[in-house]
């Protein structure tokens, strides 16, 4: 059993709980530190047999492990109330969005520290997340932290200026899928659909259209080809597409983001 320390109780947090759990952890060898006496109550209802407590400094004296679920602006304060509890070889793992090696490894000095970009898919078990070890990790950290993170979903090692891009592209890629999930809902309704007819489509079409994906035979390339018959309907609709740079748009927008995750994490290193 690892002792496992989880500093932030909110929806990530839980969502890792969860998983955890569910995976084989021992919940006796698990602490949640949340400062809010309301998500505590949540959390002690959901996990009953999982130590809740108010402090950080609490949940981290025998820890070997500590997962910071903070919101990234919290992260330096609750590492520093640790200062004095947190075992010398713990394990410190990061999935507060922005916040750096170097400030991660100033607010817990000499622990291997990790630094992981999750996204929200998380919470239903099927995120996508990369991690970046910091200058004591050991390839046995970053196994430990494939193995935490891979309980809600797929984990990819990165160097850490990279993790800008991941952030990018998979840390707001849920949002993009959302906004195209929208978009044809809408282009159901205005061919003539039923609105909650065509949110009932499209939202099955993207589901199995993933799992086409996962299925892991074929890439995108060939499975969009094998659906696109010559001077067919899908392929009229897909020549409409790349006539108005949808392509191009998601290009775009990837570079955008990534470029503004570098901004902030120059603005606040």
Not at 122 to 130: H, I, N, Q
Not at 196 to 213: I, K, N
Not at 233 to 242: D, I, S, V, Y
Request: aromatic share 2%; glycine share 10%.
């Amino acid at each position: 059993m690892i002792p496992l320390a989880l500093l932030g109780g909110g929806r990530m947090g839980e969502a890792l709980l969860a998983g955890l759990l569910d995976a084989g952890w021992e919940p006796e060898g698990m602490s949640v530190a949340e400062v809010d006496p309301d998500r505590r109550r949540v959390l002690e209802e959901r996990f009953p047999q999982v130590r809740v407590v108010p402090s950080p400094a609490w949940a981290v004296a025998d820890a070997a492990l500590v997962v910071v679920a903070v919101k990234a602006g919290d992260v330096v304060a609750a590492l520093e109330q640790c200062a004095t509890t947190l075992p010398e070889q713990a394990l410190v793992l990061s999935i507060a969005a922005g916040v750096t090696l170097d400030t991660l490894e100033t607010a817990a000095p000499d622990r291997p520290v990790v630094r992981a970009m999750p996204n929200t898919a998380a919470l239903v078990r099927k995120g996508a997340a990369a991690i970046a070890p910091g200058k004591h990790a050991t390839e046995a950290d970053l196994d430990m932290a494939e193995r935490v993170l891979g309980a809600v979903g797929v984990v990819v090692r990165v160097p850490e200026p990279l993790l800008d891009a991941v952030t990018g592209l998979s840390g707001s890629g849920p949002a993009y899928v959302f906004l195209v999930a929208e978009a044809m809902v809408e282009a159901g309704v205005l061919v003539g659909l039923p609105r909650d007819t065509a949110a009932t489509l499209v939202h099955q079409t993207l589901v199995g259209a993933a799992a086409l994906l996962d299925d892991g035979t074929e890439g995108p390339e060939a499975l969009r080809a094998a659906v696109t018959s010559p001077g067919g309907t899908t392929a009229a609709g897909l020549q409409r597409l790349e006539a108005h740079g949808v392509r191009a748009a998601f290009l775009e927008a990837v570079e955008a983001a990534t470029e503004r995750s570098r901004e902030l994490g120059r603005a606040n290193p």
